[in-house]
């Protein structure tokens, strides 16, 4: 932390599409800096100082949650747990993250999105007996493994950095994106989903799946939980190849 | 006037609301949950450390089973608990873990064979039993007598709520996202929906459902330094409260989480100590064991919290300029097991301070964290007042922690609650038309929209935004870990000035569709009403019980003081709540006060403790061959929902 202080200039995108009339446009503000501040901690003071109207979402405030991901200087990131003192110069551009719906200003609606992903990839455990297991006897046995490999893969906060860093996605609105493929990894390599090959083929066997991604990796360079994005495409292309 | 008719409406869309809104509509009611956020980015995301359940697979939890889970949450809850609850949720702990399992959260699993721990600062091998391979494992925590934390590495919460919600994404329920309940719905004392502002256009719309449950979580941003997420505002409790029908229990119960990182409060898991972290001091020594030689590190929450801030006061503190704190050092756990089973914890090392935990100390301190005061409901999770509102989950006083709750407790509540709570909800559905006059609801709209269009008119007025820091930092200040008469006498006379100047916010942003500033106007009169709550209900309480430690009253004082505070607010222009109490009858409890063991117990007992614990003998005494099931019906016969009901399997004792 550095005790000097100084002025950083946020440029931030504002636009209110429930106000008529109301023009997309960037605006300037000006933060006297503190130690250890966060975008979290400017736009609060932004919010409660200068302008009461600006929109932001953050839940967690803590890098956990995924809701505040926008684009930070060109790079799409977790705001919350982006430090001030990273940018040298101290001016910082902040744009909505692309790619979703917008709210307002800073906040885009990546729970709609997230939710139709999940629907699509069927996002749980397919087993007809998961509801009728008898939850008085000892639970189903799992290697350790296995269960930690699981957690790897479900690591993923829904946050959207991956899906406003992707090409195809931009040039291909029904693209399932790697937060779609990772969810599906992460299933296939449960062992209490039941579904087959073929049946994760129907997910995603065309362009709009796994067949339709170039492989930039525009993904695994900005998921802020570090996912193994391009193992996982690759896995689940080996998977689908072998099907029909 | 938009209506929305539903059976069930669930407020909150955490785990417990979550696990609520599964349960109606398995049992076949149309149910919807209302959610501030997008359900999965829910609180219960943060949860880090895990889950407690009596699975006792691990060897270091061989023998535990529901008896001792039940002492440990009485004993942590200083006796303030309702035991009836406190059982049919040890009870019920295990079957919940197992039905998540089958649901999807990759639990960790025991590995068999020799592994090294670190316990009491020095690493140690244990051996875990053959036939234990690929159970739920468990770690260490706080006040507990076995390793009973179940835990997904270092996500827990996170696991729990997408497994959770992917379950409900599968069962089609409906989340409304981005909407806020901000009234209640009810008529002749009968609670029918919620009247609902969407985030987003500002519209408000009425959901009018048989059963309503509130499901909103904590309301830890009372407090300027809370561990808790910005939404975890008490809205839920707050329109609870406001309806002067329904009551808040124990808000003065208010827990401080030792080791938040300074300065920002977020928190490092109790899983550091659990797994071996130390605390140390600026000399670099470890202060603890002076002060609890026994459970040390592990001694309860309010506990440490509350030997953390004697030491500093000792001048102990490293000095920073934020304000002393201490260290916590979780060095010699090794990088392999911190990025492993801690990385949560390095990740917010490295952001937000800068350091690396495998080589450096984090600096830390006491913390609000949890609030065990809620909407007060029976067993069912009804409200006793108010019919058809229910309440689960950290919004609910329940009571299943009284004055403490364990680490690791409450996420378990959230979905134990969740199970039993719902089954009750539907019970509810299934015995109750939904009978309520347009009028009624047409009044509550209206009363809403007024207040709205007051807001958006006024040109002069009070900041929104200066009176909830105002607030924050009285509660921050004199509603605290330590308390007394003095500042907390203070402190509700500073608050109902800013009660009154809560009544003349006016705007800057005069809006009616999203407007974070509007937001914050409607929900800071209710955070100054459940404020007062808090602080009114500390300054009456002269004892010490659990996290609520008065200076001037040290002793827990069992004769006067073993009763649950209860709050309403019938006047609206009332200054303050009304408080009554209700008082925890001894006679009926399977565990009678005692000491929690730590320091010096210096309880005033009531005289009803030890006729009780003489009928317990005889009782055991006539009951000879009677086996822990057997006894515990006779000791404390509780109604659970039928399918609750079966014992749990463990290995080596089957169901014994
Ligand atoms: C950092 C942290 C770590 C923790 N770690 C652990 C742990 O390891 N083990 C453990 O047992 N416990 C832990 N806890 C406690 C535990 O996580 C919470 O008590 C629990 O998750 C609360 O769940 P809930 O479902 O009651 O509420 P939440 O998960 O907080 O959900 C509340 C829901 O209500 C909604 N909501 C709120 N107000 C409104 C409104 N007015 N209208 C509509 N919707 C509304 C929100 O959008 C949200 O969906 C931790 C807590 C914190 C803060
Ligand atoms: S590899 Fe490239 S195209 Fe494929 S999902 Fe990732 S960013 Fe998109
Ligand atoms: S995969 Fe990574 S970038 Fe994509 S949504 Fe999940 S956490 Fe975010
Ligand atoms: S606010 Fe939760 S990740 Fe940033």
């Known amino acids: 932390m550095s005790d000097q202080e100084r002025i950083l200039k946020f440029q931030i995108f504002r636009y209110n599409p429930q106000k008529k009339g109301d023009k997309p446009r960037m605006v300037t503000y000006e933060v006297t800096e503190a130690p250890g501040m966060t975008i979290f901690i400017a736009l609060n003071d932004i919010r409660e100082h200068q302008d009461p109207s600006l929109q932001f979402d953050f839940v967690c405030r803590a890098g956990i949650c995924g809701s505040c991901a926008m684009v930070v200087n060109g790079q799409p990131t977790l705001a919350c747990r982006t430090l001030t003192s990273n940018y040298e110069n101290g001016e910082i551009k902040l744009l909505p993250l692309p790619g979703f719906e917008l709210i307002g200003d800073l906040s885009v609606n990546t729970g709609k999105f997230m939710r139709a992903m999940s629907e699509r990839v069927e996002s749980w455990i397919h087993d007809q007996n998961a509801d009728k297991v008898n939850f008085e006897k000892l639970e189903e046995r799992m290697d350790p493994d296995v269960a930690d490999q699981i957690y790897e893969l479900e690591r993923c ?57 170039m492989t930039l990796l525009g993904c695994e360079d900005y998921c802020p939980k570090d996912l193994p994005h391009q193992t996982q495409i690759a896995y689940l292309r080996r998977k689908m190849v072998f099907v029909k | 006037m938009k209506v929305i008719y539903t059976d069930s409406l669930v407020i909150g869309g955490g785990l417990a609301g979550l696990r609520v809104a599964i349960a109606s509509m398995q049992r076949g009611f149309d149910t919807i949950v209302l959610s501030l956020v997008p359900a999965k980015r829910s609180h219960s995301a943060a949860a880090q450390g895990g889950m407690q359940a009596s699975l006792g697979a691990t060897i270091k939890g061989d023998g535990d089973d529901e008896e001792i889970h039940f002492g440990d ?58 036939e234990a391979h690929g159970l739920i494992t468990a770690r260490d925590f706080g006040g507990t007598k076995k390793w009973r934390t179940c835990y997904t590495s270092d996500g827990a919460g996170h696991t729990m709520l997408y497994t959770m919600d992917n379950k409900a994404i599968q069962m089609g329920i409906p989340v409304h996202e981005r909407k806020e309940a901000i009234a209640l719905i009810h008529e002749d004392g009968v609670c029918y929906g919620a009247i609902v502002r969407d985030l987003i256009t ?67 898991t109790e899983g550091c100590r659990g797994d071996g972290g130390l605390l140390l001091d600026k000399d670099g020594y470890r202060f603890m064991p002076d002060y609890e030689p026994d459970k040390k590190e592990l001694a309860s929450r309010d506990v440490v919290s509350r030997r953390m801030t004697e030491h500093m006061r000792k001048g102990k503190g490293v000095p920073s300029r934020y304000g002393d704190h201490l260290w916590l050092d979780i060095t010699l756990l090794g990088r392999k097991h911190i990025e492993k089973n801690l990385r949560e914890v390095k990740e917010i090392c490295e952001y937000f301070l800068g350091i690396d935990p495998v080589e450096e100390l984090i600096p830390v301190r006491p913390t609000q964290h949890y609030s065990m005061g809620g909407i007060r409901t029976k067993a069912s999770g009804e409200s006793p007042t108010l019919k058809g509102l229910f309440s689960a989950g950290e919004a609910a006083c329940w009571d299943m922690h009284g004055f403490n709750r364990l680490g690791g407790n409450s996420v378990a509540e959230t979905v134990v609650a969740g199970m039993i709570v719902g089954e009750y909800v539907a019970d509810y559905c299934e015995q109750n038309p939904l009978n309520v006059s347009t009028s009624t609801i047409q009044h509550f709209m209206k009363q809403e929209e ?164 003489q009928e317990i003998e005889e009782i055991k005494k006539a009951n000879p061959g009677a086996d822990r099931f057997e006894l515990q019906q006779l000791l404390n016969p509780i109604t659970i929902p039928e399918k609750f009901k079966g014992k749990n399997e463990r290995i080596g004792r089957g169901f014994k």
């Open chain 1, 157 to 213: 906060v829904e946050c959207g950095c991956c899906v406003s860093a992707c090409a195809t996605k931009r040039m291909r609105p029904d693209f399932l994106s790697a937060v779609g493929f990772m969810r599906l990894a992460r299933f296939a390599l449960d062992p209490r989903d039941k579904r087959t090959d073929q049946e994760f083929y129907e997910i995603m066997g065309d362009d709009d799946g796994v067949f339709g991604c």
């Open chain 2, 73 to 130: 949450t009485v004993r942590g809850s200083d006796w303030g608990c309702d035991q009836d609850v406190a059982r049919m949720f040890v009870n019920t702990a295990p079957k919940a873990i197992r039905q998540l399992s089958a649901w999807g959260v990759p639990w960790s699993r025991v590995r068999r064979g020799d592994r090294e721990v670190v316990i009491n600062g020095k690493k140690v091998t244990i051996t875990e039993k053959n």
């Open chain 2, 202 to 268: 500002g519209e408000l719309m009425a959901y009018v459902a048989k059963a309503t449950t509130i499901a909103t979580g904590g309301y830890g941003r009372l407090y300027a330094i809370s561990t808790n997420a910005v939404i975890s505002e008490g809205i839920g409790n707050a329109i609870a409260l406001e309806t002067g029908i329904a009551t808040l229990g124990n808000m003065e119960a208010v827990q401080f989480h030792p080791t938040a990182i300074v300065p920002v409060g977020i928190l490092t």
């Open chain 2, 450 to 613: 007024k207040k709205i269009s007051d807001l958006l008119v006024r040109d002069f007025g009070e900041n929104p935004f200066e009176l909830k820091a105002a607030m924050q930092k009285i509660m921050m200040d004199k509603v605290g870990i330590f308390r007394n008469g003095e500042d907390l006498e203070q402190a509700v006379e500073d608050l109902k000035v800013l009660n009154q100047r809560a009544k003349k916010i006016a705007l800057r942003n005069r809006i009616s569709s999203s407007n974070p500033e509007l937001v914050e106007a409607i929900r800071v009169p209710k955070m100054i009403k459940l404020a007062l709550c808090v602080a009114y209900g500390a300054w009456l309480r002269t004892e010490s019980r659990g996290a609520h430690s008065r200076e001037d009253y040290l002793e827990r004082n069992d004769r006067d003081w073993l009763k649950r505070t209860l709050t309403t607010w019938k006047d609206d222009s009332a200054d303050l709540p009304e408080v009554s109490y209700e008082d925890l009858d001894i006679m009926k409890m399977e565990m009678p006060p005692g000491s929690r063991g730590y320091g010096v117990d210096n309880t005033v007992h009531h005289p009803d403790t030890a006729r009780r614990e």
